[in-house]
């Protein structure tokens, strides 16, 4: 499964790591375990001494880093971070850019319709809306605008991507049309393929942008 793979691989890190590194790998553990049992249990179904269990961590380290089990919610950035890094690394470095980024949005989006329950992805966008802090989603430190915005860059290098427009203006247009497909596929009640529609929408709004 994704999301123990994820875990396997910060059980690898914490046992390589020095004991400050390993402070640093308490949160991530904690989340990886959350967003495991979410898939298997249900969010509800979900209790804190689940995620203690599986993250093998304890209640003063859970309770140090989140107030609730509500507040995991808003580290789906984080899960979907650590898949665009995957995803980086099977990339083809010779690959057109503007296919890169057609098939990083493809293969998340397939990757969030076989693993991430539609009611979660509904409760994260609709937290996000009415957040008082930080909107972790758009968050420009994330992976995913690091890794989007190296790709256009990449294109206009390569003349495969417009250059008269920004990589902020064309990086944010990407991000939009990405949130709209999710959002949209929310609205129906998960009624259509996310992978399929994004496959057939993604190229049309993005057009615009190629080279």
């Given at each position: 499964m994704f999301y123990i793979h994820i875990y396997r691989q910060e059980e690898r890190k914490r046992d390589d790591m020095g004991k400050s590194e390993d402070k640093k790998g308490v949160k991530s553990r904690i989340v990886s375990a959350a967003w495991q049992l979410f898939h298997d249990k249900g969010y509800n179904g979900t209790?804190?001494?689940?995620?203690?269990?599986?993250?093998?961590?304890?209640?003063?380290?859970?309770?140090?880093?989140?107030?609730?089990?509500?507040?995991?919610?808003?580290?789906?950035?984080?899960?979907?971070?650590?898949?665009?890094?995957?995803?980086e690394q099977k990339m083809d470095t010779g690959m057109n850019s503007f296919v890169?980024?057609?098939?990083?949005?493809?293969?998340?989006?397939?990757?969030?319709?076989?693993?991430i329950s539609l009611d979660l992805l509904a409760s994260l966008y609709s937290t996000q809306l009415v957040a008082d802090g930080q909107v972790h989603l758009l968050d420009s430190n994330?992976?995913?605008?690091?890794?989007?915005?190296?790709?256009?860059?990449?294109?206009q290098r390569r003349g495969q991507?417009?250059?008269?427009?920004?990589?902020?203006?064309?990086?944010?247009?990407?991000?939009?049309?990405?949130?709209?497909?999710?959002?949209?596929?929310?609205?129906?009640?998960?009624?259509?393929?996310?992978?399929?529609?994004?496959?057939?929408?993604?190229?049309?709004?993005?057009?615009h942008f190629k080279a």
């Open positions: 209790t804190v001494d689940d995620i203690i269990e599986l993250s093998g961590t304890s209640k003063g380290s859970f309770y140090y880093y989140f107030n609730t089990k509500d507040e995991l919610l808003n580290t789906l950035a984080f899960i979907l971070d650590d898949y665009y890094e995957e995803l890169k980024l057609l098939y990083l949005n493809a293969e998340m989006h397939a990757m969030m319709e076989e693993k994330r992976k995913y605008y690091k890794l989007i915005t190296k790709v256009v860059e990449e294109g991507i417009r250059a008269d427009r920004t990589v902020r203006e064309i990086v944010k247009y990407y991000a939009m049309c990405e949130r709209a497909l999710v959002s949209d596929w929310c609205l129906n009640k998960g009624s259509y393929s996310l992978t399929r529609y994004s496959r057939e929408c993604m190229p049309v709004m993005m057009e």
